[in-house]
């Protein structure tokens, strides 16, 4: 499965930003879909994920209410829509796609990892 992430860029704080995730390769064997991010000197940390087929979504707390994860199964696209952005949102997003039938918040569980698009929220 090969991940192509864009969509980032810099926005001032309170504002608004979507990023897209396009897909390709064996994806009739993705079973979920994820955002992960990463700020200078921090951990990757989970931000959303979505069932591929269901499309039931989970979230960390820390976006919950501001950011939504959605899909386009035709397009084989999946998004971030991101509100209310705040300066701590500054980072690299990455997207993954895990192969196991589970949704997991837990990075070791994504199999693939498309390259980052960075996010600059300015205060």
């Known amino acids: 499965v090969q991940l192509q992430a864009s969509g980032g860029g810099l926005v001032q704080a309170g504002g608004s930003l979507r990023l897209s995730c396009a897909a390709s390769?064996?994806?009739?064997?993705?079973?979920?879909m994820a955002w992960f991010r990463q700020a200078p000197g921090k951990e990757r940390e989970f931000v959303a994920s979505?069932?591929?087929?269901?499309?039931?979504?989970y979230y960390a707390d820390s976006v919950k209410g501001r950011f939504t994860i959605s899909r386009s199964n035709a397009r084989n696209t999946v998004y971030l829509q991101m509100s209310s952005l705040k300066a701590e949102d500054t980072a690299a997003y990455y997207c993954?796609?895990?192969?196991?039938?589970?949704?997991?918040?837990?990075?070791?569980?994504?199999?693939?990892w498309g390259q980052g698009t960075q996010v600059t929220v300015s205060s």
């Open positions: 993954a796609a895990s192969f196991s039938r589970f949704g997991s918040s837990s990075r070791d569980r994504y199999d693939y």
């Open positions: 390769g064996r994806t009739a064997s993705v079973y979920y």
């Open positions: 979505i069932g591929w087929s269901i499309g039931n979504t």
